[in-house]
Structures are given as C-alpha cells and as structure tokens.
C-alpha cells in the first residue's frame, strides 16, 4: 500500500523561498511601526489620557473668556481706584484724574482725559471706545466748532445749585429733575435702600431703566455727601445666603462663587470672579465695596 506524501514535507528550495517570505513579513511589519511611531512623535509630542485633556481644554476655554472681557461703556469722570486698576491705568494717573474732579470740573473729550491722567495713546486708543459722555457735552462741543457762541453747560450752573446728599434726597424731590416721574423716582429710592445707601456716585447709573443722561442731571443736584457705614463680608467664608443679599450678585451666581472657592481652595483676587459662571462682568468695580479678601 503507498504512503500519502504529507502537505507538509517541502523541499529544500520551497523551505528556503518560506524562510524569506517570513523575513520579508517582519521586516515590512517592523518599518510599518518605526513609521506610525516616527508619525507619532512629529506631530504629538505629547499624547495625553482624556481627563488630563478634558482639563487643559476647560483652563484654555477660561482663558480665552478672561481675554474677551467686555468693557461696558462708562463715563470716565467717575472711574474709581479699582475701575481704573482694571482698565490698566497707574496710580498716578488715577490721582491726576481725581484731583481734577475735586476741583468739581469735568473732562468732556478723550482728548481732555488724556491731557489730565497723562495716559499714553495706546492705553487711550483701548479704552476710550468705551467712554460715554453726558450728551450735553457733545452738544457743546458741536455748536462750538460751528459758530464759537459760548453756550451754558450744567457743569457752569453748579456754582449757583448748592449740592444735596443723594442718601436723603426724597423721591418727591427727584421728581424735580427733568426726566423724572413718579416710577422712576421711586425706583431709585428702594434701589438705594436695597443697598443700605449708596457708597458712591456711579451707583446711580446702576438703577434700571436710569438713562445716563437723567442719571447726570441728577449728579448735578445730589450727591454723596455722607456715605453709609457698611460692614463688608469676607469673601473666603461667606455663606450662599450671605452673598445672596448683595444686590448686584444673583442667587445662583452666590451658589457657583462658594462652589468655586471650594473647589479651588479659596480665591486670591476679586478678578477671579470673572471665571466664575454667569458672574455679572460689567459689575465688579462694585463688588470690592462690599466684599473684602484678607489675602
């Protein structure tokens, strides 16, 4: 009876032609990897796991927030230290800028601004798109250039209008201000009782439904004379409903403040509060004046 010749069984040619295609294999195999490394390595340095990843997006998305900081538009005679810190002016040139308003003028153009805080023009050119001056004073400044007929301003008439303190002004005697009825005078009464009374001028323009312009003329007759003695609260162990009460800080911006102090061990400036969710931006020139950090 034959034998079966095995599949198996080759000979010495076909096991030499098996060995090289073998080789052959390890070989395209090896450049395969050396190339998907080398690929690897050009254009991720550095390869990380999702969560590492997941954090480092989150702290660019904040970043990019606190670049893109809007500046809301103000009226620059009544920047004070910490609007002006914020906005990136030196002290001095914050010092210059009061000492001119104690002497109860006020500058009306970013080119006077400029001549009394000594700002460089690219300082100027940055934040001067947001001043908003009294209409008034444009008014002036366009009658002016056409026919040089000295015009009366507010500011002239301050020398005859004795000042009032705003704290103990009555809503029936701000309806005396041209713009003002009866709503609005009320709404300025129970805003400033909210506050425990108003700490400074420019708190004024924070009563809704306020226009600027009403706001001014108001500032013409009544100002802080006397501001209220305010306990501040410290900012690293307030409490949601403590922070709750400010007026300028919501509920549900007092609950993701003391969420963030706690996750993040504390909070080292009222700057830090702008990375804080939903944090009203164009309000923390305020928040200094109610909160402290002893840090």
Not at 114 to 131: P, R, Y
Not at 133 to 145: A, L, M
Not at 171 to 192: P, Q, T, Y
């Amino acid at each position: 009876m034959a034998l079966k010749k095995s599949h198996f069984k080759f000979n010495k040619q076909e096991r030499s032609g098996i060995f090289f295609l073998l080789l052959l294999i390890v070989l395209v195999q090896i450049l395969f990897c050396l190339y998907t490394q080398f690929k690897v390595d050009r254009n991720d340095p550095l390869i990380l796991n999702d969560e590492v990843q997941s954090k480092i997006d989150s702290l660019k998305e904040r970043q990019a927030q606190k670049d893109s900081i809007i500046i809301y538009p103000f009226n620059p005679n009544f920047i004070t230290d910490y609007k002006g810190y914020t906005l990136g002016m030196s002290l001095d040139e914050i010092e210059r800028l009061h000492e001119f308003r104690e002497q109860g003028k006020f500058v009306n153009s970013e080119e006077e601004f400029q001549q009394v805080t000594g700002v460089s023009d690219s300082l100027l050119n940055k934040i001067s798109k947001s001043f908003k001056f009294p209409e008034w004073t444009q008014k002036v400044k366009i009658s002016g250039s056409r026919n040089r007929v000295p015009i009366s301003s507010p500011k002239n008439e301050l020398k005859s209008v004795s000042i009032l303190d705003i704290n103990r002004v009555t809503a029936e005697e701000l309806k005396s201000i041209n713009g003002i009825g009866d709503k609005l005078s009320e709404r300025i009464v129970k805003f400033r009782d909210r506050l425990g009374g108003f700490l400074i001028n420019d708190q004024l323009n924070d009563v809704y439904g306020l226009d600027p312009e009403v706001a001014q003329r108001v500032l013409q007759r009544y100002k802080v004379l006397k501001a209220p003695q305010i306990q501040k609260i410290d900012l690293e162990t307030a409490t949601v409903a403590e922070l709750a009460k400010l007026v300028y800080i919501p509920r549900s911006v007092a609950e993701n403040i003391v969420a963030y102090r706690e996750l993040n061990g504390g909070i080292d400036s009222f700057d830090e509060l702008l990375q804080i969710e939903n944090f009203p931006a164009d309000r923390i020139d305020r928040i200094p004046l109610y909160l402290s950090l002893k840090k």
